[in-house]
């Protein structure tokens, strides 16, 4: 964001060549992400980055979001695992080893449609990520 970045969004060209254009000086992108308390911004995916599960599509952050909540989880990835019969899987980073995994399960079934709760869920000491901060790109 800034008036170094763009002027605005084109709109149109009239007749006579002249750009017509929405002023703004934010760029919008297919990024999704977050600002912290310190001020640095983390990458957490895109927004087109969505999960099929036999048909029906939802976007990682719906699950991770919910996760996210629970105060014993500091990291979470939801992701399809290609196998003969593709299975949604959730990697959860615990805080500490006394780990609640089925309060987390009821969670996820109270605020999840019933096909889109893990079937399985995979605690994982660290969620691997690229060089820019985001998840690495779903399998």
């Known amino acids: ?13 009239t007749p006579d060549g002249r750009l017509l254009y929405e002023p703004c000086d934010l760029a919008r992108t297919g990024d999704l992400g977050f600002m912290d308390d310190e ?17 029906d599509k939802i976007h990682p952050l719906e699950i991770e979001s919910i996760v996210l909540e629970s105060s014993g989880v500091s990291d979470a990835r939801a992701r399809v695992e290609a196998a003969a019969e593709p299975e949604l899987v959730l ?49």
């Open 91 to 139: 990697e959860v980073v615990p805080r500490d080893s006394d780990f609640d995994l089925s309060a987390l399960r009821r969670l996820l079934r109270q605020r999840l449609p019933f096909h889109f709760v893990p079937r399985r869920i995979v605690p994982v000491e660290a969620i691997a990520r690229t060089e820019l901060g985001s998840k690495m790109v779903r399998t």
């Open 39 to 55: 001020g640095n911004l983390h990458l957490t995916g895109r927004r087109d980055d969505l999960l099929n599960v036999h048909g």
């Open 1 to 13: 964001q800034g008036p170094n970045v763009m002027l605005g969004y084109l709109t149109d060209v």
